[in-house]
C-alpha cells in the first residue's frame, strides 16, 4: 500500500444515497465493505463526516438562525452520522472507536490526540465527530486539522465527482480533468475543493490532498494502492 495512515473526509450528503435526507443504510453498508478492504491490508483508516444530510449551519444563519447556535446544531449532526457509520464499521467487523471535539462521554470518547493515535496503531478506526468544536469552522477545516495532528500520510476527500474539473463538470460536458494540480495553481484558477481556511491549512502542513468518487466501488482501495484516480493536489 502506499499509504500507510489516512484521513478520509466523508460529505453528510455522501450517506443519502438516493433519499432527499437522512441516512441509507445501504450507502454506509457499501463505505464500510470499502473501508474494510484497506483495513485489512493494514491501513490505519481515519474518518471525518459532515453532517449537511441532517443540518448545516450555514443553511440556518442565511434563514435567519444565529450562526453560533446553528453551527453547534451542525456539530452534532456529524456526531449522529458518526454513529450510523460506527454501526456499520462495526457490523461489517471492524473496531473502532468515535471521538468528539464536544464532551458526551455517555456517546464518545472526548479527542485527544494520542489517545487518536494509539487507536490508530492498535488497528481501530477512529471516527471524529464534533467539527472542531468551534463555530464558524467547516468539517473540512476540521478534516485537515485532525489529519496533520495525527500525522496522516494523506487526505482523502471522497466525492461524488470524479476529481477536479478547469469547470462543473455536470453544467459543462467539456470541462477537463486535472489528474495533478498544485495548492497555488488551485487557487489562482478558484477551483472549488475546500473552504479557504481548510486548504490553506493543509498547504501550510504540506499534507496532499486527493479528490475520488467514493461512490464507485473499489476506488477507494485503488487509491490508497497509488492508482492514479481522482486528483492529486499537492506542492
Known sequence: MKYSRILLKL??????????????????????????????????VALVI????????????????????????GMLATVINGLALQGALEDAGMQTRLLTAIKMEEIAEPFIKRRAVRHLEKGRVVIFG???????????????????????????????????????????????????????????KGLKIMDMTAFTLSEENKLPIIIFDMNKEGNLYKVISGENIGTRVDI
Open 130 to 188: 464534533g467539527g472542531t468544536g468551534n463555530p464558524y469552522f467547516t468539517t473540512d477545516t476540521a478534516a485537515v486539522l485532525r489529519a496533520v495532528e495525527i500525522d496522516a500520510d494523506v487526505i482523502l476527500k471522497g466525492t461524488r465527482v470524479d476529481g477536479v474539473y478547469t469547470s462543473d463538470p455536470e453544467k459543462n460536458k467539456d470541462a477537463i480533468k486535472y489528474d495533478t494540480v498544485s495548492f497555488k495553481e488551485v487557487m489562482k
Open 11 to 44: 460529505s453528510g450528503e455522501a450517506l443519502m444515497g438516493n433519499r432527499q435526507y437522512g441516512i441509507d443504510p445501504n450507502r454506509l453498508a457499501k463505505y464500510a465493505q470499502d473501508i474494510k478492504k484497506i483495513v485489512d491490508e493494514g491501513v490505519e
Open 50 to 73: 459532515g453532517g449537511g444530510n441532517i443540518f448545516r449551519g450555514l443553511a440556518g444563519a442565511s434563514n435567519g438562525m444565529d450562526r453560533v447556535q446553528g453551527d453547534h446544531m
